[in-house]
Each structure stands twice: as C-alpha cells, then as structure tokens.
C-alpha cells in the first residue's frame, strides 16, 4: 500500500523561512510532486523531484531522499499570499497518491 | 477556454436527483481523472480514464458513474446520493507517457457539491 504523512498544521511569520516535511511509504518510486491549494480553489503544481536532491525554483525549493522515504518543500522570503494547503503526492506503481496536506499561515 | 474546465461549480442535490459533473481539458492531455475532497481528508482519487480507457476504479461506489466520450471530455453522473458524498469534487489531466508514466496533473477548479 501507500501511505504519505506530512503536519497537519504550520505558522510562520512573513519574511522568515518554513520547511514543509513529508515522509511517504509506497510500492514502486516514480516520482513526488508537491502542490499548492488556496482554500476554495484548484491545487497547482509547485514542484517534482524523481532523483535525490535538492531542485530550486525561485523562492521555493523541493528536496527528496529516496532512501529515507522523505521529501522536504522550503519556502523562503514568506510572503502573506503563501498562506495555503501544501499537498505532497507521491507517484508509484499508479497515479498520484495524495498526503492530506500541510496548511500553513503566514502572520504578519 | 484554457486549461481544465468544470461545471457546474456549485451544485445542491436531494438524495433521489440524478445530475451530472461535466469537465473539459484544452491541454491535449491523454489521461483525465475524478478526485474527491472532503473536509480534513487528503485527496482521494476516484477514477482514472488513459486514452479514453478506464484504468483505475478505487472501490467508488456505483452511485458514482464516470463517462469518457473522448480524451477532453470527462463527466460523473450522479444518482441517488448520500449526505456523505457532499465534498468537492476535482477533475484533473495529465500526460501520460509512452512509458507509462503519469505527468502531472493540472487541476479544474472543481464543484461544490452538496447533498440534502
């Protein structure tokens, strides 16, 4: 089976820096995602990592150890309008398999 | 239209209506799917249509009944729901490679539905 656990809940003050975890379990590797969700509106891509390592997209930044089953999304230079559902998703043997998403709030 | 599309984005239903969720994709993706979100839950997916073939069924109940015409048309025909079933409910696409393997998905943005 798969399973994905990320925290339920973060705070974070604007300006500062959050790192996001997820820790999966899944038959097969083929990829993690991570996606963005505004409360009332669409998820939306951010990010995929398929090899170890650190993959870098402006302010925010995805890790992966395959080997540790875990993923970390860094969001740098928080902004007001980061505050949102970040969803890990982990593709395996089938399509993607969604964690239950990390909320974050951004407070001034 | 760009994108992926759904309507209607709000719907209200009594438990003995049949209606139906249309989604459309303008992204020439091959693979569309059904996602279910209901509050504090993750994401769960229902189906999975690859060039116009189901190809993932996760044990949904038959009162759920999806419909693939073709690669940019989805629909899930609704009937004789329960209150349980109010969630939002998202259409996505992808490609889906030579290989196999799934891309990401691109998000409609989704409907509201709501069970009486």
């Known amino acids: 089976g798969q399973n994905i656990d990320q925290p339920t809940e973060m705070t974070a003050t604007e300006g500062a820096i959050v790192q996001i975890n997820c820790t999966y379990q899944?038959?097969?590797?083929?990829?993690l995602f991570w996606y963005q969700q505004h409360a009332g509106e669409a998820p939306t891509f951010l990010s995929y990592n398929v090899l170890d390592g650190l993959e870098e997209k402006g302010r925010f930044s995805s890790f992966l150890s395959r080997s540790k089953g875990y993923s970390y999304l860094l969001l740098k230079e928080l902004q007001m309008k980061d505050s949102a559902s970040y969803l890990c998703a982990v593709r395996g043997n089938t399509p993607l398999v969604f964690g239950k998403g990390t909320r974050l709030s951004v407070i001034a | 239209e760009t994108g992926v599309t759904q309507t209607p984005r709000h719907l209200v239903m009594g438990m003995t209506n049949k209606k139906s969720l249309k989604c459309e994709q303008h992204?020439?993706?091959?693979?569309m799917y059904w996602y279910k979100q209901s509050a504090k839950k993750p994401l769960e997916l229902m189906f999975v249509?690859?060039?116009?073939?189901?190809?993932e069924n996760n044990s949904v109940p038959s009162r759920f009944s999806p419909e693939c015409p073709n690669s940019s048309h989805l629909f899930l025909h609704l009937h004789t729901l329960q209150p349980e079933d109010s969630a939002l409910y998202l259409c996505a696409s992808s490609q889906v490679a030579t290989s196999g393997n799934y891309n990401e998905q691109f998000f409609g943005p989704g409907t509201r539905l709501t069970v009486l």
């Open positions: 249509y690859s060039l116009e073939e189901r190809v």
């Open positions: 899944t038959s097969g590797f083929n990829g």
């Open positions: 992204l020439g993706h091959n693979a």
